[in-house]
Each structure stands twice: as structure tokens, then as C-alpha cells.
């Protein structure tokens, strides 16, 4: 290389043209285009499976997908921090083998029917409070409602961030059974309205939910980021509540807020629990219980059932699945009260296992959105249904008439 190479090399003007040649590149359309691109692009042509094709609950996903906001996707599928928890709530079930009968049964045999808490039920599958449904479909509350009791009167527990009011909700399924969740508020008076307005709009149990303590969900942090929105995982929408609303920017939150606090969070007192039974007319249900000594903690200060739960992940990060939790649970309460088993169920098979660990019904979250946002009404009731007889076509396999039939010597446990 001569000299007037290696000047030229070295020369600041030569510098100051590369500075404005990246500057333009960067102000570019196409450059800004590429740094833009919209994570879900409008295809050409697109054809969605109709809702008589659908075969399993999995394959209502993408059509929730392509039919919700992203905000409203992100909400319902996103969970805490690393999201693995929510991984693990799948894989568990993935470590308990069914044992197939040597004399399996007829499935036209299987009565699956149960009471609990005064409920008759001809599955024992219930529809959990999930937050929000009229961002899923315009029907809402209303259309899950009519879903659940047009297959076979599945109890819904109305959630406690509805999109619709209850007095709207509670009539909208003549014969139903409706229930309804209740976030603690530390005032007493606030709380005693709240569970009037519910059990004065016909909702005969209350279902306490404690686990929603702390959440930060990092994959929706990261969509914000990106130009989508952000927050601590936040309901789009809805009524009051520290769910309610879209979350505000890291930069404007202050003090413990900023370190995953939500204001109204982790205060909750079992001397709590005593004064809202005072208020609870009918049997009160305490969810989000995922160790044994909280099980007997919940009897001992009035529940009449538990929910075993980790609210699908949402909660905190890094803990154990629902299903490794529960048969200590299970052995703990020694059929004091009955237990009921939430947290990543997609199959009749997650349902057989759960039951065969113990606990005496299950409830859906996720996969009940997924039909109503897939078809509206008629494809929640399609999911429900679907895992009604998934269900049965199981305990059929594995030789079970009765629900009483499904124990722990049906299945082989293989927890990591």
C-alpha cells in the first residue's frame, strides 16, 4: 500500500463520509422497515380449519391467535418470568404413565357423575375464573356461561376481573350453576359489598384466590420492546382491580412496583380468610394452594374446598408443577374436604392423571379461551365437550367404570 493509500485511510474527511452514509442508511425506509417487522404479517390467502375439524384442544391455538389482538394473546398465554413454571405445568403430565387395562370397559359404561359441595356433576370438570372474555369474543362471560351449561352443566367460576357485570352474566344460562372468584381487598367493608354483590346476583360459592401474588412477564416486556405492549401482565381492559388496564412503563413505576410488587399484593392473612367466611353465605373455596401445610392452614380457617393451583404459572417463576404437588396435598387433607387440581391442562388424559393423584375435579383456564376465541359459545362448549370425552375414551382404556375407580393404581409416576 503507497502513501497516499495509507493518507487516505486515515483521513477524517473519509470518516465523516462513512458517518453520513450509515446515517442515511439508518433514516432509510427499507432499513426501518426491517427493523419494524410486523410479527404477525397479513398472508394472501389463509384458510382456517372449521370448527366440526377441530380434533383436539391444541388445535384451537392458532385460530385464537389469528383472531385476538396481540395484547389479548400475550395476556393469555404468557406466565412469569422465565415462563418455567408454565413449561413445567405441561412436562409434569408427561411423567405419569396410564396403565392400560387388561379388561378395559365400554366407554358407553363410564359414569364419571360426582357431588361436591352440593354440585351435581356429571364430569368432573369445571370452567376457572379467567379474566377478561369479552376481549376474546363479544359474548364474553355471557357466551362461556351458556357454553359450560349447554355441555352436560359444567360449573363456571366467574372471574373476579369479568368484562361483563355478574347481574348481566348470572342470567344469561337459565338452569346454570354459576360461582364467582374474589380477590382480597384489605378493607372489610369493601370486601363485605363485594361478596353481597356477587352471592345477591346468584352466585352460590365464593372461591378466594391467594396466589396471585408477585408476576413480571418478561416475553411481554419483551414485545414491547419490540414496538408491541408491554407490562406485568396486565388484563387489556376491564374493571378496577391491579389487574385491570394496561401496566404503566418501567421508568414510571416507583418503589416496590418497581421490583414486581403490585400495590394490593402479598398482604393476605389467614385472619383475612376468618372475617371473609363470616361473609360467605355458601361454601368457600380457597385457590392457589400448592403446599400441604397451607392445605390445612386453608381448613382450619374455613374453606370447604381448596383449589390446587400455581394460576398456570402466572404467579412465581421456578416452582413445581401442580401435579408433583399434589399428592402430598392430597395426603395432607386425607379427604377433609375435597380437593380440586388446576394448571395446564389440555387433554382428557391431564384430567385422568390428576384425578388418579387424587384430586376429585379439575378446572379449565386456557384451552376454554382458545374455543371461545376460536368460535365464540360454540367452540368453548366444543372444547369442553371434547375433554368430557377424552376423558371417558381414557378411563374406558384403562378399565374404570366409576370415577371412584380412578386411583393411583392406574397410573406409574415418573416425577423428575
Known amino acids: 500500500m503507497g502513501d497516499i493509500e495509507r493518507s487516505w485511510l486515515t483521513n477524517p474527511s473519509r470518516r465523516a463520509a462513512i458517518a453520513r452514509v450509515a446515517g442515511l442508511m439508518a433514516a432509510s425506509p427499507i432499513a426501518s422497515a426491517a427493523a419494524q417487522i410486523d410479527p404477525r404479517p397479513m398472508g394472501e390467502h389463509r384458510r382456517a380449519l372449521s370448527l366440526a375439524e377441530m380434533q383436539?384442544?391444541?388445535?384451537?391455538?392458532p385460530l385464537f391467535f389469528g383472531n385476538v389482538?396481540?395484547?389479548v394473546y400475550d395476556y393469555t398465554g404468557h406466565a412469569d418470568g422465565s415462563e418455567w413454571t408454565l413449561r413445567r405445568n405441561r412436562q409434569a403430565f408427561g411423567w405419569v404413565d396410564i396403565l392400560a387395562a387388561r379388561n378395559p370397559v365400554p366407554a358407553?359404561?363410564?359414569?364419571?357423575?360426582?357431588t361436591i359441595l352440593g354440585y351435581n356433576s356429571k364430569f368432573p370438570i369445571w370452567m376457572a375464573p379467567t379474566a377478561q372474555m369479552v376481549a376474546l369474543n363479544p359474548d364474553g362471560e355471557m357466551g362461556m356461561f351458556r357454553a359450560c351449561t349447554a355441555a352436560s352443566n359444567t360449573l363456571m367460576?366467574?372471574?373476579?376481573?369479568?368484562?361483563?357485570q355478574v347481574e348481566q352474566v348470572a342470567p344469561a344460562s337459565p338452569g346454570g350453576t354459576l360461582w364467582a372468584q374474589y380477590y382480597p381487598q384489605e378493607n372489610?367493608?369493601?370486601?363485605q359489598a363485594s361478596i353481597d354483590r356477587l352471592q345477591n346476583a346468584g352466585c352460590q360459592s365464593i372461591t378466594v384466590t391467594i396466589d396471585q401474588t408477585a408476576s413480571y412477564y418478561e416475553r411481554t416486556l419483551q414485545d414491547r420492546n419490540?414496538?408491541?405492549?408491554?407490562?406485568r401482565g396486565a388484563a387489556p381492559g376491564g374493571r378496577g382491580g391491579a389487574a385491570a388496564g394496561p401496566a404503566p412503563a418501567p421508568a414510571a413505576l416507583t418503589g416496590a412496583a418497581r421490583y414486581r410488587i403490585g400495590a394490593g399484593r402479598i398482604w393476605y392473612t389467614w385472619q383475612y380468610i376468618d372475617a371473609v367466611r363470616k361473609m360467605v353465605k355458601g361454601p368457600m373455596i380457597i385457590k392457589g394452594i400448592d403446599q400441604p401445610e397451607d392445605a390445612l392452614l386453608a381448613i382450619q380457617h374455613g374453606a370447604d374446598s381448596i383449589v390446587v393451583s400455581n394460576h398456570g404459572g402466572r404467579s412465581m417463576d421456578y416452582g413445581a408443577s401442580t401435579l408433583e404437588n399434589l399428592p402430598a396435598i392430597v395426603a395432607a387433607v386425607n379427604g377433609k374436604v375435597p380437593i380440586l387440581f388446576d394448571s395446564g391442562i389440555r387433554r382428557g388424559s391431564d384430567i385422568f392423571k390428576a384425578l388418579a393423584l387424587g384430586a376429585n375435579g379439575v378446572c379449565?383456564?386456557?384451552?376454554a379461551r382458545w374455543g371461545l376465541a376460536a368460535f365464540g359459545q360454540a367452540g368453548a362448549q366444543r372444547i369442553i365437550e371434547m375433554l368430557q370425552q377424552e376423558l371417558v375414551q381414557t378411563a374406558a382404556a384403562a378399565g374404570c367404570a366409576k370415577l371412584s375407580d380412578i386411583n393411583r393404581s392406574k397410573i406409574k409416576v415418573n416425577f423428575v
Open 69 to 71: 389482538s396481540q395484547s
Open 108 to 114: 358407553s359404561q363410564v359414569d364419571l357423575s360426582s
Open 226 to 231: 419490540l414496538g408491541g405492549r408491554g407490562g
Open 56 to 61: 383436539s384442544a391444541f388445535d384451537f391455538e
Open 364 to 367: 379449565l383456564g386456557r384451552a
Open 157 to 164: 367460576i366467574l372471574s373476579a376481573n369479568t368484562g361483563t
Open 188 to 191: 372489610l367493608t369493601t370486601t
